[in-house]
């Protein structure tokens, strides 16, 4: 099909801007849901590169996601947004050494299978 390149770019990007949002998160610290304690750190989220990177790959992706939407079918393109998951996933084991389990793998390698056989449909 030929969106399925624009809806992985769309997908790949809406999963690096959750691991920029990350990196920003790991640079800045863990927050409490608390509105003085999200107050004191708006200034340091605010001033994070990290996070408005993450942000501006948000918006992106939404275009893109709107674009795709306007020439696919809904049931096709959403299930694809499962292989962000797995991308994310990857990318951080890798790069932020977080711990995927088997059971993990097992997972993603389902999302794989779904989405392989909701590809053939297109």
Same mark, same amino acid.
């Given at each position: ?60 992706? %939404? ?27 990857? %990318? ?12 993990? %793998? %097992? ?16």
């Amino acid at each position: 099909m030929q969106s399925l390149p624009l809806i992985l770019f769309g997908v790949l990007l809406n999963a690096v801007a959750q691991l920029l949002l990350k990196q920003g998160m790991r640079l800045i610290g863990s927050l409490d849901m608390t509105a003085p304690a999200l107050l004191a750190a708006a200034p340091r989220l605010a001033a994070s590169p990290f996070i408005w990177a993450g942000l501006l790959s948000y918006v992106v992706s %939404v275009a893109v996601w709107l674009v795709v939407l306007s020439r696919v079918d809904v049931s096709y393109a959403y299930p694809m947004v499962g292989l962000g998951y797995v991308f994310a996933t990857l %990318v951080a084991w890798g790069v932020f050494h977080e711990n995927v389990t088997a059971m993990r %793998v %097992v997972g993603m390698l389902v999302v794989c299978a779904g989405v392989y056989i909701i590809a053939r449909t297109g």
